[in-house]
């Protein structure tokens, strides 16, 4: 194995090599097919989580669980393309790469055996990377270490190389994986000139800024804010493995009963769907998920609804979970009040995290919140707040898996 520098370059002795990033953090991954003029044909050429596969390129997820990859057979890329560009960016919300070095493993698609490795040095201000590109040169394919940074994330080299973007007065709200079409413009730095974070006071409260990053328990229960994310660990020891989520809702209007039902959806790495958990199956995954049970009307003060989740009994396929409320009798949200989910540690019936839905639309459906497991083996949740149409758990599997 070669470990390779800023700017070096390999030969490439396979038709089909796999380049996998990973992180201490979760990353999402992309691969942008370029042509002589070193732009994307078309917005079919940038593949990614929602676009996972064009002509001699594919995206595969690791869930959490695994790194991202992307895989390139260059005998299968169309006439005209001469690079591929591997991308990657850190899935929080703003997060930069100061103090986090993703390392990216060029493999034998085949055989998995390592051919080379890169570790971009000097990183900081940073919120997306092109890590390395495969291109081709004299007739010969070869890899090359790049480690170029851009300021404004997967948005700078999106539009950089040609992809369509929709310009927004203001910028949208985050979410975990972004469509090409939402991406906003960008601003590029180089590793090298990339200054330190500008100095400010250290924050006292445990929460980051709204939908800006990952906060931890260590100062107690935290309120989430939609987009905003918490990793399930607290003072460095990860939490206790039973945890339960309760969710809860009023009618909006005096004497109307909401007939509402949470259920959990349970994702593999690829975003498959495994099982979901709801008043019809109060059971998945040998137990490791349970319901209580449906509650017809919302009626009574606390939980309406509660789902209990033994991380530690989780097979290891299971890597996502998506929390979803819905309108069985199809009354829209919009008549419905003081919708919240919450955390509690199970074995203490201490509220860890509480995110109050404010601003409800009127659909049938939402998605309240997510639980992902890392690379690391940590778990984190994610607050979604993010509507549909759909009155039965079966139509939120598909939106479901899109938010992971």
Not at 88 to 110: L, M, N
Not at 145 to 153: I, K, R
Not at 236 to 244: A, I
Request: glycine residues 12%; aromatic residues 6%; charged residues 20%.
């Amino acid at each position: 194995m070669t470990a390779m520098t800023p700017g070096s370059n390999l030969p490439l002795n396979t038709v089909r090599v796999t380049v996998d990033v990973a992180a201490p953090v979760r990353l999402d991954v992309s691969g942008l097919l370029l042509a002589a003029d070193g732009k994307v044909r078309s917005d079919a050429d940038f593949i990614f989580y929602n676009q996972p596969s064009g002509p001699g390129v594919s995206y595969r997820s690791g869930g959490g669980a695994a790194p991202d990859s992307i895989t390139v057979d260059t005998g299968a890329l169309p006439p005209g393309i001469e690079r591929i560009v591997v991308t990657a960016s850190p899935d929080a919300a703003g997060q930069t790469f100061q103090g986090i070095e993703p390392t990216a493993t060029v493999r034998h698609a085949e055989t998995g055996a390592v051919i080379a490795s890169f570790t971009p040095p000097q990183l900081g201000a940073e919120t997306a990377l092109v890590v390395v590109e495969v291109y081709q040169r004299g007739g010969v394919w070869k890899v090359r270490a790049v480690g170029q940074g851009y300021a404004n994330g997967l948005a700078g080299i999106a539009t950089d190389f040609g992809v369509s973007v929709d310009e927004e007065p203001t910028p949208p709200p985050a979410a975990p994986r972004a469509t090409a079409a939402a991406l906003a413009a960008p601003a590029p730095v180089t590793p090298a000139a990339a200054p330190p974070a500008p100095a400010a006071p250290p924050a006292a409260a445990p929460a980051a800024a709204p939908g800006t990053g990952k906060i931890n328990l260590d100062k107690g229960r935290v309120s989430l804010q939609k987009n905003q994310t918490v990793s399930l660990v607290k003072n460095g020891r990860p939490l206790l493995s039973q945890v339960k989520m309760g969710l809860g809702w009023e009618p909006a209007f005096r004497g109307r009963d909401i007939d509402l039902d949470a259920s959990v959806i349970a994702y593999g790495p690829q975003r498959n769907h495994i099982d979901s958990c709801y008043f019809g199956k109060l059971s998945i995954l040998g137990g490791a998920i349970k319901h209580s049970g449906d509650n017809l009307t919302g009626e009574g003060a606390g939980d309406d609804e509660v789902i209990v989740v033994d991380l530690g009994r989780l097979p290891a396929e299971a890597t996502g979970l998506v929390f979803t409320v819905n309108s069985f009798s199809g009354q829209k949200f919009s008549e419905v009040a003081k919708a919240y989910c919450r955390l509690i540690d199970a074995a203490s019936g201490e509220e860890l995290v509480r995110f109050d839905l404010t601003g409800a639309e009127p659909q049938t459906g939402v998605m309240m919140a997510k639980l992902i497991r890392q690379f690391s083996g940590e778990w984190e949740m994610t607050a979604i707040g993010e509507f549909v149409k759909s009155r039965t758990v079966r139509g939120m599997v598909k939106p479901g898996s899109q938010t992971l």
